[in-house]
């Protein structure tokens, strides 16, 4: 359950909330079980915050540092996070669906259970997106279209059949 005094300095707005964090440092934010739908909280320093099970439907998390932050089964659908640092984030079982990633940074986030097209809803936008040595390998709908528009390297983990396969030559006869 989240703290409440947290929640209200957040609800302040994003100045007050990142000068709180500036100044209480050695706090990690309990946001678990909120509700913060539509919530503009744009460049937020929610880094290492307790989001899990969080609902941030429709939020504009543009730029927002989210790096380290649990979002295990938290509700992003329809989401911006365009811009926002999500390295080394846990976003096991969260839905994705609608999600605007574009220029976002995931590398080393943990995406194990997440389903990136939830029916009935469009994928998430990986556009620009830093996927570096992110761990994919049990996440669900994701295409090879969203996959190649965003950067990886060999360290991302992705199921097998979202792998490159070697195209092969032509031969003359």
């Not at 990633?101 to 998430?124: M, T, W, Y």
């Not at 994701?142 to 195209?167: I, N």
């Amino acid at each position: 359950m989240a703290n409440e005094e947290h929640l209200v300095i957040l609800k302040r707005g994003t100045e007050a909330w990142n000068k709180w964090r500036e100044e209480n440092g050695g706090i990690c934010p309990d946001l678990s079980l909120v509700n913060l739908w539509l919530a503009d909280i744009q460049g937020a320093n929610l880094s290492g915050t307790d989001l899990h099970s969080a609902n941030l439907r429709g939020s504009n998390l543009r730029g927002a540092d989210l790096s380290e932050a649990n979002l295990d089964g938290a509700f992003l659908g329809g989401a911006d996070l365009s811009g926002a640092i999500l390295s080394g984030a846990f976003l096991a079982r969260g839905t994705v669906n609608d999600v605007n990633f574009s220029g976002a940074d995931l590398s080393n986030a943990n995406f194990s259970g997440v389903d990136f097209a939830k029916s009935g809803f469009s994928g998430a936008n990986l556009t620009g997106t830093n996927l570096k040595a992110a761990d994919l390998r049990r996440a669900f709908g994701l295409g090879r279209d969203q996959l190649a528009s965003a950067t990886t390297d060999r360290y991302t983990k992705t199921r097998s059949y979202l792998r490159s396969t070697p195209r092969r030559q032509k031969t003359s006869r």
